[in-house]
C-alpha cells in the first residue's frame, strides 16, 4: 500500500515546473466551448486513487492551467510502472474555459515571470457572477441548459471510476495579503496535517496568509488563520436572495465541488487561492479588498503603458508565477497525503 510516509510527489515541483508544457501530447476533446474551441483533458495512469485537478473556470486566473499544464507534461515523461501512475489516476484539466483564456491573453503570456498590473487592470476580462465554469454544472445527466463547456467537463468525469477521492479546483484572486486555502468544511477537523504543512511552506517561501473573516457570506467560513470553507451554490443563491436579486440568485448551479461529491464517496475538495498582487496588509472585513481594488482602479486611470514603477505608486507586488506554482501544488500534494492517511486508517487500498 502506498502511504502519506512514502509517497513519491512532495518535494518534486522543480521537476515538474522544468518541463515545457508546449511538449506534452495531445489530450483528448472531451467537447467544445461557446466560441467552438476545444475543451481538452487528460486521464493519466491507472491507479485504484481517482485525482481531479481543474483550472480556469474563472478566465482571468492563468496560473492554476499553467501549473496543470506542466504537470501533464510531468506526467506523461513517466514509465508506466512509477507509483504516480500505478497508485493514481490523474483526471486533469488544464484549462476548462478556452474562450477566456484567448481573451485575456492582452495581459499575460505563458513565460511571464510575474504580471504587469496595469496590464492586468486595463485587460482583464472575466464573466459576471452566474456565468462562470465554476458555478455552471448540470443539476444531473439530463440537464443540458448550461454552458457547454461544463456539459462536456460534467460527461467526462462521469465516465470515470467513482468515487473520486480529492478534486482540487485551482483559483486565483486579483490582489491578497498572501496565499488562501479553502477546504471541504466537513473535512478540516481531518486537515491539520495539510494546514501545518502549507503554513510553513508560505513562510519558508516569505509570504505570510491571506485572512478575512466573512462570517459565511457566499459559504466562506473562516476556519484558521489562511484556511477557509469553500462556496457552494446553496450559499451563492442564498447571498443574492438576500440581495432582492432572484435573477442573479436563480443562474447558480452546481459548482465543480458540489458535482464531484454527486458522484459517490467522500471525496476531499479543495480550492486554492493565489493572489496576483500583494497587498501590504489586510482586515478581517472582506470590504477592504474591495477599497484597494478601488484604489487600484483609480490609480489605473492616471496611466498608460507599462510602469515599472506601480509597485512603489501604490504600495503592492506581484506575486511571482512560480511561488503561485509551488503552493498550489503543496496545496494538492498535502490533500493526496490525507487522503492516503484516511485510506490508510480505514485499512483500504
Known sequence: MLDSTSAPFDTCIDD??????????????IGFSRDNRPVEAYCIGEGSHQISLIGGCHADEPVGPRLLKHLVTYL???????????????WIIPHTNPDGEIKNKLWYTETDEQYDCLNYFKHVI?????DDIEFAFPNNSRDNDTRPENIAIYNWWMSAPHPFHLHA?????AIGAG??????????????????????RVAELGYKLHDVQRHGEKGFFRLDKGFCSHPDSRAMRQYFINQ???????????????TIRSFGGDPLTLVSEMPLFIIPSVSS???????????????????????????????????????????????????????LDQISESGQE
Open 76 to 90: 506523461q515523461s513517466l514509465s508506466s510502472d512509477d507509483p504516480w501512475l500505478t497508485h493514481f489516476t490523474w
Open 16 to 29: 515538474i515546473l522544468c518541463r515545457n508544457p508546449d511538449d506534452r501530447k495531445k489530450g483528448t476533446v
Open 285 to 339: 472585513d472582506h470590504t477592504f479588498i474591495r477599497e484597494w481594488k478601488k484604489k487600484i482602479h483609480d490609480w489605473c486611470k492616471h496611466k498608460s503603458g507599462n510602469s515599472p514603477d506601480w509597485a512603489k505608486d501604490i504600495s503592492i507586488t506581484p506575486m511571482p508565477i512560480k511561488d503561485q506554482m509551488k503552493l498550489q501544488w503543496t496545496f494538492i500534494t498535502g490533500g493526496i497525503n490525507v487522503i
Open 244 to 258: 432582492n436579486d432572484l435573477e442573479m440568485a436563480e443562474k447558480f448551479r452546481p459548482g465543480s465541488m458540489e
Open 179 to 200: 496565499p488562501w486555502f479553502l477546504v471541504e468544511k466537513e473535512w478540516w477537523p481531518r486537515c491539520r496535517r495539510l494546514q501545518k504543512i502549507c503554513t510553513s
Open 169 to 173: 479546483s485551482l483559483h486565483g484572486m
Open 126 to 130: 472575466r464573466e459576471p457572477p452566474g
